[in-house]
């Protein structure tokens, strides 16, 4: 009888370890889509504050060598020092928090660019009892946990970088951030090639450009931005 109940002991630990394994599979699987690993970038602010800035304007319009693909172009600045290194960037007031909804299964909006220091806040705003979750992939990692129907989740971009946003939940949801080093960026809309960026403090700046799917190699020039003037760019994307 001993053995008996010996062997129905093992088996039923048997059966919990291969359940508990199989979890821990589907659970690692559900958060591990294929990661596309992006560079964040850390700036250090300094003391002065953009509202105090004497300011000027960078605008210009943006060519293509070939057939661009239907999505959005980003375009920002980052000071640069005499060493042509990145330098203080300044004390800026962060945009305010950018709500995004999880309702239907899906993030929206599914794209947006950010600033550093900006909060997001997803909301389980679903009109079903759903569950879901969100996490980041990249060098700008974080995973938010699982909330409830009504529920949401806040994280705050401390660093500048492409984020790509999933829940382990749902595999098919995804989203799409760009957080730029501060308020000095320009978003360059697929049926437009023409972009203007105000209120930039004066100084020296190194122009570069962000693609939601790289089909051009990404340009970069330097910029002078004058008290009350105007820079004008023409950024040149080539395959």
Same mark, same amino acid.
């Not at 800035?53 to 070939?66: D, H, I, L, N, P």
């Not at 305010?96 to 929206?108: C, I, M, R, Y």
């Not at 203007?196 to 330097?222: C, M, S």
């Given at each position: ?9 093992l088996s039923l ?46 605008? *210009? ?30 004390l800026f007031d ?54 409830d129907q009504g ?76 008290? *009350? ?11």
């Open positions: 009888m001993k053995l008996l109940f010996r062997l129905i002991g630990l048997l059966v919990a370890t291969v359940v508990a394994t199989a979890g821990i599979k589907a659970q690692l699987s559900d958060h591990l889509p294929a990661p596309s690993y992006v560079n964040a970038v850390s700036y250090k602010d300094g003391d002065w504050k953009w509202s105090e800035a004497k300011q000027g304007t960078v605008k *210009g319009r943006a060519t293509f060598s070939a057939r661009r693909p239907q999505q959005p172009l980003v375009i920002y600045l980052v000071r640069i020092g005499d060493d042509g290194k990145p330098t203080e960037q300044g962060a945009p305010a928090t950018l709500d995004v909804s999880q309702q239907g299964g899906k993030f929206e909006p599914p794209f947006a660019v950010l600033v550093r220091k900006q909060s997001v806040k997803f909301l389980n705003d679903e009109e079903k009892e759903i569950s879901h979750n969100v996490y980041f992939l990249g060098d700008i990692e974080a995973d938010l946990g699982i909330f529920d949401s989740r806040e994280h705050e971009f401390k660093e500048a970088g492409e984020v790509s946003v999933h829940c382990s939940i749902h595999k098919r949801m995804d989203a799409k951030f760009y957080v730029a080093p501060s308020p000095a960026y320009a978003v360059v809309e697929a049926d437009d090639s023409s972009f203007e960026i105000k209120g930039v403090p004066a100084g020296r700046y190194r122009l570069h450009t962000w693609q939601k799917q790289k089909r051009f190699k990404d340009f970069e020039t330097t910029v002078e931005v004058t008290d *009350g003037g105007t820079a004008n760019v023409t950024v040149e994307m080539k395959r």
